[in-house]
C-alpha cells in the first residue's frame, strides 16, 4: 500500500460510498484511516479499501458513470 496515495484518494472514496448510500462502509473505512494514521498498521485499512474497490468496480460494471474511472484508477494505485 501507498500511504501518499491513500492519503490523497480516501477523502474521494468515502464521499463516494456515501453517494453510493454505502454508509456503514463509509464510516468503516474513515475509522480505519483514523486508526492508520495513529498506528500505522495497514490491515484494516487495505481490507475496507479493498471492499470499495470491489463494490465501485460492481456499479462502473451496472453503469460506468456511477463511479469514475480515475477514482477507481487512483484507489487501486493506493494499494498495490
Not at 21 to 49: F, H, I, M, R, T
Not at 70 to 76: F, S, Y
Amino acid at each position: 500500500m501507498n500511504s501518499q496515495r491513500m492519503e490523497k484518494v480516501v477523502t474521494p472514496v468515502i464521499d463516494k460510498l456515501e453517494k453510493l448510500s454505502q454508509v456503514n462502509l463509509a464510516a468503516e473505512l474513515s475509522w480505519c484511516w483514523g486508526s492508520y494514521q495513529n498506528d500505522q498498521n495497514p490491515s484494516g485499512l487495505v481490507e475496507k479499501s479493498e471492499a470499495a474497490l470491489a463494490l465501485f468496480r460492481a456499479a462502473r460494471d451496472k453503469n460506468s458513470k456511477l463511479v469514475a474511472k480515475k477514482l477507481v484508477d487512483d484507489l487501486e494505485s493506493a494499494l498495490a
